[in-house]
C-alpha cells in the first residue's frame, strides 16, 4: 500500500509541475506544444517493450509488439512533426 | 548498486528531461532544442528497459521498433502543415491504443503467473483499458473528421444522450466486474470495446469550429492513459510523463473553452443551439447594406494605409493562402505600412493552428498577435483584412445576449477604419448566424477564394 501512496504522491507533483511548466507557453506554439506533449505521451513504449520481450505467451508477445509499434509511431511522428514545426518558427531569426 | 537502481534513476533522469523540454517550449528560440532534450530523455528510457532482466528475446522488440519508426518518420516527413491537426488526432490515438495493449498484457501475465492482482492495479488496469480506448477511437473519429473522410459536421441522433448514458453505463458496470473478477482476463477487452464504442459516441457530434476543444481533451486522455499504465506497472517515469501530458490537455482544453465563452460540458455534450437564422432575418441584416469591391478599390486603400491587421480563420487554411498572404504583408511593409496578424485562440482546428501555418510561410513570430493584445489596437488600424474568419469577428457576441456565440470573447476588428472581408459568399460561420459585421458601413467584401483574392490584392497594388 505505500507503493501505492508513493504513486499517486508522484502523479500529483507532476499535475503541479506540468500545470506550471505548460501554462507558460505562448499562443504561438500551441499546437507544437500538442505534438510534442504527445510524443511524450508515447512513453507507454516502456511498459510495450516489456511485454513484448519478457515472452510469457504468445499472445501477450503479440500484444507487447502491437503496442511497441503503435507507441514507437506515436514517439517518433511526435517528435520529429514537433522538430519540423518548430525550426519553421526558430529559421525567422536569420 | 542493483541493476534496478541504475534504470530507475537514469528513469529519473529521463523525467527530467521531459519537463526541461517542455519548459524550452516556452519561447520559440529555445524550443527546437527542448525538444531535442525530450526526444534524447525517451531515447534514454528505451535504452535502459531493454537492460530489464526479464527480457528473454529481442526479436520481436526491434522489429517493432523498426517498423514503427519507419512509419512514423514518413508520416511526420509527408504531412503537410494544413494536415497538422489530423495528424496530431492520429499519434494521439496510438499513443492511447498502445496504454490498451500493454494494460491487458500486464492482467494477462499477472493471472497466468498465478498470483492474484492487487485491488489497485486491477484499477489502474480498468483504467488504462477505459481511457486509451475511448482516446484510440475518439482520436480515430477526429481524424476522419478532419481528413473529411466522414461527415465532418456535428452528427446528431433523437435519444443521444440516452444512448452515450447507457453505453457509459455499460462500460462502467464492467469495469466493476474485471475489478471484482480479475481472473476473467475477457472481461477487460470487453471493458476496452464499450470503451471504444463510447469514443465513437462522445466525438461524432463535435463538429468543426469545436474540433480544437476535442483534440485538447483527447491530447490529456492520452497522457492520463499513459499514467495509468505506470501505475499498472508501478512505473514512476510513466506517471510523471502521463501527468505532464495530462495537465498540458487540460490547459490548453480550458483556454479553447474561455476562447469560446462555453463550459466543456457544452462543448461535449450541449452543441450550439444551431437553430438556423430564419432567411428573413438574415435578409434584415444583409439586403442592400453589403458592399462588395474590385481588388482595384481595395488596393486603393491599402496604398494609403498606415496600419493593416491581418485576421486568418480556417478559411486560410482550407484555401492555403498562407504564402500569398506573407507576400501581400511584405509588400505592404515595403510600402512603409505596418502589418500585423490578429489571431483569435479557435480559430483554425486546432490551438496554434494559424501560428504554424504562418510560420511555415516565413511570417516572423513576432508579428503574430494574441487577441487580448491586438483588440486595443484596432481603433488605430487603417485596414483589417478578414481572411476566412467568420464567427470569431462577429460583434453579435458582444452586442446581443441572446446569440449562440454571446459573451464569446472576439476580435474587434469592426473597430478599425475600414475592414476587408475576403470571403467566398455570404454563407455563415460554424454558429449558423448571420453576421452584422458583413454590412457594416466601413466594410468591404472581396467575393471570392481566399489564395486567389489576396494574389489579386497583390497584382492589384503593384500595378498602381
Keep these: 500500500m505505500d507503493d501505492l501512496v508513493v504513486a499517486i504522491t508522484v502523479f500529483v507533483l507532476a499535475l503541479f509541475v506540468g500545470n506550471e511548466v505548460i501554462s507558460k507557453v505562448p499562443p504561438t506554439l500551441h499546437t507544437p506544444l500538442m505534438s510534442g506533449s504527445n510524443a511524450i505521451s508515447g512513453i507507454t513504449l516502456v511498459g510495450a517493450i516489456l511485454s513484448a520481450g519478457t515472452q510469457y505467451t504468445t499472445l501477450t508477445s503479440i500484444l507487447g509488439f502491437t503496442a511497441v509499434v503503435l507507441a514507437v509511431i506515436n514517439v517518433v511522428g511526435g517528435f520529429l512533426v514537433t522538430d519540423r514545426m518548430l525550426r519553421m518558427f526558430h529559421r525567422k531569426d536569420r | ?464
Design chain 2, 1 to 464: 548498486m542493483t541493476l534496478n537502481a541504475v534504470i530507475n534513476l537514469a528513469y529519473l533522469v529521463a523525467a527530467i528531461l521531459f519537463i526541461v523540454g517542455l519548459k524550452g517550449l516556452s519561447h520559440p528560440r529555445k524550443a527546437v532544442r527542448g525538444n531535442i532534450l525530450a526526444s534524447i530523455g525517451m531515447l534514454l528510457a528505451v535504452v535502459v528497459t531493454l537492460l530489464d532482466r526479464n527480457i528473454v528475446s529481442y526479436q520481436l522488440i526491434l522489429a517493432g521498433l523498426v517498423v514503427g519508426s519507419l512509419f512514423g518518420a514518413v508520416l511526420a516527413v509527408r504531412v503537410p502543415m494544413t494536415g497538422m491537426p489530423q495528424m496530431v488526432a492520429l499519434l494521439n490515438g496510438f499513443g492511447g491504443a498502445a496504454s490498451v495493449l500493454v494494460a491487458g498484457a500486464a492482467l494477462i501475465e499477472t493471472v497466468i503467473a498465478g498470483s492474484t492482482p492487487a485491488v489497485d492495479f486491477r484499477i489502474a488496469t480498468v483504467a488504462s483499458g477505459l481511457i486509451g480506448s475511448v482516446t484510440f477511437f475518439g482520436s480515430l473519429v477526429a481524424f476522419g473528421k478532419l481528413q473529411e473522410l466522414v461527415n465532418t459536421n456535428a452528427v446528431v441522433f433523437p435519444g443521444q444522450h440516452p444512448v452515450n448514458g447507457v453505453v457509459a453505463l455499460a462500460a462502467l458496470g464492467f469495469s466493476i466486474w474485471v475489478v471484482m473478477n480479475p481472473e476473467s482476463t475477457g472481461a477487460y477487452w470487453i471493458v476496452a470495446g464499450i470503451a471504444g464504442l463510447l469514443g465513437i459516441l462522445l466525438t461524432i457530434p463535435i463538429g468543426g469550429a469545436d474540433m480544437p476543444v476535442v483534440i485538447s481533451l483527447l491530447n490529456s486522455y492520452s497522457g492520463l492513459a499513459a499514467a495509468a499504465t505506470g501505475f499498472v506497472l508501478r512505473n514512476n517515469m510513466l506517471i510523471i510523463s502521463g501527468a505532464l501530458v495530462g495537465a498540458s490537455g487540460i490547459i490548453l482544453t480550458e483556454i479553447m473553452c474561455r476562447a469560446m465563452n462555453r463550459s466543456l460540458a457544452n462543448v461535449l455534450f450541449g452543441g450550439l443551439s444551431s437553430t438556423p437564422a430564419s432567411k428573413a432575418s438574415v435578409d434584415a441584416i444583409y439586403s442592400g447594406k453589403v458592399k462588395a469591391a474590385s481588388a482595384e478599390e481595395i488596393a486603393m486603400l491599402l496604398e494609403t494605409a498606415r496600419r493593416v491587421v491581418i485576421v486568418p480563420g480556417y478559411g486560410l487554411a482550407v484555401s492555403q493562402a498562407q504564402h500569398a498572404v506573407r507576400s501581400l504583408a511584405q509588400l505592404l511593409e515595403s510600402r512603409g505600412a505596418t502589418v500585423e496578424f490578429a489571431i483569435h485562440p479557435v480559430a483554425g482546428r486546432m490551438p496554434g493552428h494559424m501560428n504554424v501555418l504562418l510560420a511555415e510561410a516565413d511570417v516572423p513570430y513576432e508579428k503574430l498577435k494574441d487577441m487580448d493584445e491586438i483588440n486595443p489596437t484596432f481603433a488605430q488600424t487603417d485596414v483589417s483584412i478578414v481572411i476566412g474568419a467568420n464567427d470569431v469577428v462577429n460583434p453579435l457576441a458582444r452586442t446581443d445576449p441572446k446569440s449562440p456565440i454571446a459573451g464569446m470573447p472576439i476580435l474587434d476588428v469592426d473597430k478599425s477604419r475600414t475592414v476587408v472581408v475576403i470571403k467566398r459568399s455570404l454563407s455563415p460561420g460554424f454558429a449558423g448566424i448571420p453576421n452584422p459585421l458583413f454590412a457594416a458601413d466601413n466594410t468591404l467584401i472581396y467575393f471570392a477564394d481566399g489564395k486567389k483574392a489576396v494574389n489579386d490584392l497583390i497584382q492589384a497594388l503593384k500595378e498602381l
